[in-house]
C-alpha cells in the first residue's frame, strides 16, 4: 500500500521535471523570435551590403563585391561626426547623470508617500511623441521664443542664438535621456536597506562620506545601467540634431538616414552604421568592465 | 549607581512620540562603565527607539541624553562616542570583512598603520581574523554578528548598543554568543547597552537590567532583583512563569516562581504552607519538568521540579500536595 502510494507520487514528479527542462525555452520563445526575426536577421543582412557596391543607384540593385572602401572611406569622411556624435551623447549622459542622480536620490530618501506621483511625473512627459516634443522645443528656444525672450529683458545681448546650436542638440538628448537615468538609480537607490545608511552614520560617516563610500558605490549598478541606456540611443539619434541642431550640428544618425534614405548609397550607410556599433559596443563593454561588474555582481 | 557619580550614558525625562502616540514616554536612566545593562520588553515597548534615541538616529520631543557627561541631545550620529550593533548587521555588502570593520578608523581619519593595527586587533578579538578579506555575503550568520561586533569595537567608543543582535541566529549559535558577548565585553571593559525581548537572555547577561512596558521602565535592577521581587503582575509575568497567590497574612499577592513550589504526597509541615491540586500537565524540559496542577478552588498552578526531586513520577490526574516554605514568596500589590 505504502510503497504503490510512493511510486504513485514519484510518476508526476519526474513528469514535472522534464516539463521543467523545457519551460524556460517556452518562455523565452516569443522573446527569441522577436529579436532573430527583426534583428539578428537584418543585422546579418546589414554585414553583406556593407561590403557591396551599388550597381545601378535608382534601381537599387547591389552587387556584393567584398569592397572594404565603404569602410574606409566612411571613416575617412565622417570621423568628425562621429567624434561629434560621441562628444554630444557623452555630454548629454554626463548632464543626465547631474540631474537624474540627485532626482532620484530625493524621490528615494525624501520622497515618501509621494514616492510613487513623483516617479509618475518623470515619465509623464514621454506620453507626447517624441517628434512632437522635439518640436516644441524648436518653439521653445526659437529666437522670439519664451525663453530668448525672457533671457533678453535681462540683458542677454541681441542676435544670441538657442536653436540650431550644439546647446540646444544637448539639451534635448539630455532631456530624452532623463527618464531613462532616473528609474534605474532611483531603483537602485530603493534597494538600499535604510539600515546601511544608520550603519554608516553610526561609524562617524558625515553625510558626504555617507554618501561617497556607501550609496555611491552601492547604487553604482543603476547608474552604470542608466549611462547605457542614455548613451547608446542618444549617440545615434537622428530627431534632436535635425530639429534642435540644423546643418553644423549633425550626427552620425542624420549622416545614415541621409545615405539610405536621400543619396541611396546603401552600402556605405551600413558600413557607417557598422561602425557606429562596434564603436558604442566597445565604449559600453569598456565602462562595464571599469565601473559596473565588480558592483554589479555583489549586490 | 551611586548618585552623582558620572555615568556613561544618562537619559532625563526623554519622550519621543510618532504621530500622536507616545513610543517612549518619560525614561530616566544612567548607566556605569563597563556596565552591562538591558532593555527589556516586548515588541513595541519602545526599548528599540531608545537605544535609537542614545545612537542619535531619532531626536527625542522631550528629555536629554548625556554621553560622558557631556549633553549629546542635538548631536548626529556621527559626532556621539558610542556606536551601534544592528539587528540585522548591516553590513556594507560592497566592502570586505576588513573594510568594513576599517570603516570608521577610516572616517575617524586615523593614519593607515593606526587602522591596520586597530582592525587586526577587533578581527582577532572576535576570532575573524582569517576571513578578512572575505565579503560579507560569504559568511555565517554568527560570522557577520562577529564582524558587525568588531566594526563597532574597533572604534573604543564609550558604550556599545546592540540591537536585538542574536535574534536571528539559531538557539545553539545564539548560547555560543551569548558567551562570547559577555567575554568581549570584559576583555574591552565597556559599557554594553543590550536591547532584547529575551527574559533569559537579559538575566544571564546584564549586571543590571530595565524591564519596558508600553513606553516607560517598569522596573530597574539586577537579573535576581528583577526575577525575584517584580513590582508587579506585568513584570512578573513578563521575566517567567509566576504563581499568583492571594497573601495569607494581608492584602495584596505573593508570588512564587514555579522552582519554589515542590510536589509530594505528605500535608506541609508547621513551617510551611500548601494546597492540594491536581495535575493536569506535565511537560518534559530536559533537565526540569514543568506541572501545571489545579486546586480545589480553581486556581492553576505551576512548579518547576528536578527529575530526581519527589514528584518527579506524577501522572496527569493524580492528586498531590504542592508545598513550599511560608515565608517564600515576594508580595504584589494586587
Known sequence: MSASRRSLRAEPRTARTRRQDWLPWLLVAPGLTWLVLWFVLPLAQLLPVSLSDTADRFRMTLVFSGRIANYTEVIGQYTPVLA????????????AVLIAYPLAWVIRFRGGRWKAVLLALVVVPFFTPYLVRAIAWTTLLGDDGPLLSALRAVGLPQGTRLLNTAFAVVGGLTYNALPFMVLPITLSLERIPTELLDAARDLQGG?????????????????AAGIVLSLIPAAGDVVNPQF??????????????????VQRQLPRGAALALVLMALMTATVVVHVRRHGSSDLTLT | MIPGEFGVIELQ?????YAGTAAVDGIDLAMAPGEFFSLLGPSGCGKTTTLRLIAGFERPDAGVIRLLGQDVTGLPPHRRRVNTVFQHYALFP?????????FGPRNHRLPE???????????????????ARRRPAQLSGGQQQRVALARALVNEPAALLLDEPLAALD?????????????????????????????????????????????????CGSPREVYDRPVNEWVAGFLGRANLLADPLGQ??????PEQLSLRGEAPLATEAGRRAQVEAVAFQGATLQVVLRDGDGQELVARIGRRDPGAEVRVGEVIWVVWPAQAGHPLPS
Request: proline share 4%; aromatic share 4%.
Open chain 1, 84 to 95: 561629434r556624435s560621441l562628444v554630444y551623447a557623452g555630454a548629454a549622459t554626463a548632464l
Open chain 1, 207 to 223: 553625510p558626504w562620506t555617507v554618501f561617497r563610500r556607501v550609496v555611491l558605490p552601492l547604487s553604482a549598478p543603476g547608474l
Open chain 1, 244 to 261: 534642435l541642431g540644423g546643418p553644423n550640428n549633425r550626427m552620425i544618425g542624420n549622416v545614415m538616414q541621409s545615405l539610405m534614405l
Open chain 2, 13 to 17: 525625562g526623554v519622550h519621543r512620540r
Open chain 2, 94 to 102: 560592497h566592502l570586505s570583512v576588513w573594510d568594513n570593520v576599517a
Open chain 2, 113 to 131: 598603520p593606526e587602522v591596520r593595527r586597530r582592525v587586526g586587533e577587533a578581527l582577532e578579538r572576535v576570532r575573524m581574523g582569517e576571513l
Open chain 2, 171 to 219: 538557539a545553539g549559535l545564539r548560547r555560543t554568543m551569548q558567551q562570547e558577548l559577555k567575554r568581549i565585553q570584559r576583555e574591552a571593559g565597556i559599557g554594553f547597552l543590550l536591547v532584547t525581548h529575551d527574559q533569559d537572555e537579559a538575566l544571564a547577561l546584564s549586571d543590571r537590567l530595565a524591564v519596558m512596558q508600553s513606553g516607560r521602565i517598569a522596573q
Open chain 2, 252 to 257: 495584596g499577592l505573593r508570588m512564587l516562581r
